[in-house]
């Protein structure tokens, strides 16, 4: 099959979409506007899109950006299927454009709408939108579908540096985030919180480390593979796992998160994953004692990129 995959990519798993369907012997393009770039021409032109973008709400650099799709598509010939992740920040009468260039159109969500709206392109636009909260799913009439495991199955038994490791942007979680590094600190569980922004935050915990800039997809598993346990604080009105859990699937290493949704995967062991009230933070000692508990191989593969597109590009 042709397939071309359009998204913004800040993190790189989108890439690993389009590199494991060239792997399966599919024609295969990525699209990633993460790249592209915009360069005003003056500061007079700088000016003049600010007033465009403020008062009549066009922005150049989003307009170019979807010149920059177009053109690209225009390229090369009709596609099977084209996907697009994370869809809301392109014009809908763009999309339909775009969809002109496949006999299939397809949309994957991976934030909650509450978070990104895209309501408006629910209906119209897309022949079938995939969403990995269920919560959409049942409201928007979406197709559910989780995020992926990307990483090889790795079993590294080796001694790891730290206990806890977690990395986020500050926001609204930041007081959770703060509140166990506290627990654990008093514990004496050792922990590394990660958290990046353009600016310190003065409320940030003073054993968390912060930075402005933001790790390479190998520098965060490097830190994943050197922790027992991955900490998920999900964000609000989200209910749909994030990376982080797949991430830790595929790495053998347990789980404490306050997605209280993950108990009803069929993953989900009390032995692997802690799930925790940010209302009521409890953490239980016991959780740190015990063994990983391997989950069987069947339903490992279910969560896998490979069956992702599988189901993705056949449904």
């Not at 225009?74 to 014009?91: A, H, Q, T």
């Not at 269920?134 to 995020?147: C, G, T």
């Not at 933001?214 to 994030?242: A, H, P, Y």
Request: aromatic residues 14%.
């Amino acid at each position: 099959m042709r397939i071309a995959v359009i998204s913004f990519d800040y993190w790189g798993y989108d890439e690993k979409i389009t590199t494991e369907l060239l792997n399966q012997g599919h024609e295969a393009i990525h699209v990633k506007l993460s790249d592209f770039t915009y360069r005003y021409k003056n500061k007079t032109e700088k000016i003049i899109n600010f007033i465009s973008k403020t008062f009549l709400g066009k922005n150049v650099k989003k307009i170019k950006a979807e010149e920059f799709i177009l053109s690209t598509l225009k390229s090369s010939s009709k596609f099977d299927y084209i996907l697009v992740i994370n869809p809301e920040r392109i014009s809908k009468k763009t999309h339909l454009k775009i969809k002109k260039f496949s006999n299939k159109y397809i949309a994957y969500l991976y934030d909650s709408l509450k978070r990104h709206n895209a309501k408006n392109l629910l209906y119209g636009v897309f022949d079938k939108i995939y969403s990995f909260d269920k919560k959409d799913v049942k409201e928007y009439q979406l197709a559910f579908l989780p995020n992926y495991i990307h990483l090889p199955k790795n079993r590294n038994n080796t001694k790891s540096k730290r206990c806890v490791f977690s990395i986020s942007s500050i926001d609204e979680r930041l007081e959770t985030y703060n509140t166990i590094a506290q627990k654990l600190s008093d514990l004496q569980i050792s922990f590394k919180f990660l958290f990046f922004d353009k600016k310190l935050n003065a409320n940030l915990h003073p054993e968390a480390i912060f930075t402005t800039e933001k790790l390479s997809q190998d520098d965060i598993m490097k830190e994943i593979s050197d922790s027992d346990i991955i900490l998920d604080i999900v964000r609000e009105n989200q209910i749909g796992l994030s990376f982080r859990i797949f991430d830790a699937l595929a790495l053998g290493k347990k789980i404490i998160t306050t997605n209280k949704d993950i108990k009803n995967y069929d993953f989900y062991i009390p032995q692997n994953i802690l799930i925790i009230d940010k209302n009521n933070i409890v953490i239980d000692t016991h959780f740190f004692k015990t063994e990983y508990q391997q989950i069987p191989d069947t339903i490992y593969e279910k969560y896998t990129l490979r069956n992702w597109i599988k189901t993705i590009f056949n449904g």
